[in-house]
């Protein structure tokens, strides 16, 4: 029988936030479920005590053990589309709420990203008009809709760019030249991305679209420059005649709608 209070989730795409936002759950005695696209990464998963299960969006429907969505109360989707913009990535994600409605009312958490804000400078939340410039920023949108207009209860996080201990952009950037040294930062801490989702699946009134960054939006040349000095990495070279993009995202929604609190506010560090 099931515990009372305990809820069942479903982590649709289980990498590395994924993967840790589990460990969380799971700690906490919430009934996970998780997913990967390949037999191999599902087996891994398997040797180490997960139930997991091997699934794969298609344009015509997941395919795989599809028992992964039996008895969810909710799921969170955490595959994005490939960064050359995937056309398909919102078709998928159309066919799986599709077959979703047909079996099951379980909430729905869709892991996008603030690149749907587009590009231009300005300060944005989640009233600003979404204006996407990439093929991959503008499938995530679709895909948003699709999740907000369905029958099932949605909720949309738009991530900033994640980092962590061992996930930061100074590590891709080595030998590149930096563009927009003066533009701020938008990024959010692995532990607070956790802990967001995590009060977002707590507090099942909460719907619509919330954003998860870093209130510490620190000038990307101080930022990279400090990274690059903490993990003994040559000093990063900027392009200093770019025109300065002073793009700002604000994310306090969920700290006023909830008991949320970020945690990592100096990214500094």
Known sequence: MKKRGLKRIGILGCGW???????????????????????????AFKQQGWNSFRILLTEEGPQGDLSFFNALDQLVISIPPSRKGSSSYSAQIKTLIYSLQSHTKCRILLLSSTSVYGTESGKFDENSISNPQTPASKELLLAENTILQSKNSGVIVRLGGLVGEDRNPIFQLQHKLIPNPRGRINFIHQLDAVNGILTLLSKTECKGVYNLVSPHHPIREDYYTFMAKKHKLPTPVFANQDPVVERWIEASKIAKETRFQYQVDNLLI
């Open 17 to 43: 936030l994924g993967r840790q936002l589990a460990l969380t759950l799971k700690a906490q005695k919430w009934e996970v479920k998780v997913s990967k696209t390949t037999t191999d990464g599902t087996q």
